[in-house]
């Protein structure tokens, strides 16, 4: 049995141990299961403490001795509402500090901010923040094959929100055959120019707003978002010079 789900929802491997041996055998001691389970006794009973506090060990007395049996397996999906219960309590306890820490906060301002993210999470965030920006996008040196397969299902979504917003999009690439494109049913505010492989600089860049992001596609990929507006009007000016030598076909 692949019990990997109930750790990644907070059971320990000792307490799966004794959890899936109560399934298996029913009422028992503490004693019966650091047997069964080659769990020292003493930390049978921290085990058999937590399971309890989760609702998933029940125990009741037979003569002096206390027995443990497992509670029914339907109960996890009570500890898992219980657990999101408790979380959006510490959110909202959290968003009624958060005014207190901010006033705390003395920021520095300074005309450039840089921000660095790591893997497929990375990716999403500056692709949130450009639907957020509500700013014309600029890209060049961009490998669509390569945002279609690491983020199939959110780009698809991207594209939705450029539409419901009117965020228009547009990008050079590559001019060769055989070069995945977006289609224009699923990228309807997207606009593409082509550069010889000569003239065509493949590193992956995202002009928005006042902001420049450079994706390294390594492993993990890496998103360098830049915050500044002069360097942005640059890179800006730079990508209307190629769009003027681009070709507008294939």
Known sequence: MDTTILRTIGLTTNEIKIY???????????YELSKKTDIYRVHVYDKLEQLMEKGLVTHVYKGAKKHFQATEPEKILQYLEDK?????????????LLPELKALTKLPQED??????????????????????KKEVLITG??????????????????????????????????????????????????????????????????????????????????????????AETYRNHFEHLWKIAAKKL
Do not use: C, H
């Open 142 to 231: 961009i490998d669509d094959a390569k945002y279609n397969e690491t983020l199939p299902i959110f780009m698809q979504q991207y594209f939705r929100d450029l539409k419901i917003n009117q965020i228009k999009e547009r990008i050079i690439t590559v001019k060769k055959k055989g070069v995945f494109l977006f289609k224009e049913k699923n990228a309807p505010t997207t606009n593409y120019r082509y550069l010889e492989e000569k003239q065509f600089n493949p590193t992956n860049t995202i002009v928005y707003g006042n902001k420049i992001v450079i994706v390294s596609w390594g492993t993990p990929v890496t998103a360098t978002m830049i915050e500044n507006k002069g360097i």
């Open 20 to 30: 899936i041996t109560l399934l298996k055998i029913g009422l028992s001691t503490a």
């Open 112 to 133: 450039t901010k840089v921000e660095v993210f790591k893997g497929k999470e990375g990716l999403k965030y500056f692709l949130k923040d450009i639907i957020k920006t």
């Open 84 to 96: 999101k219960q408790k979380l959006a309590q510490e959110e909202e306890q959290v968003n009624q």
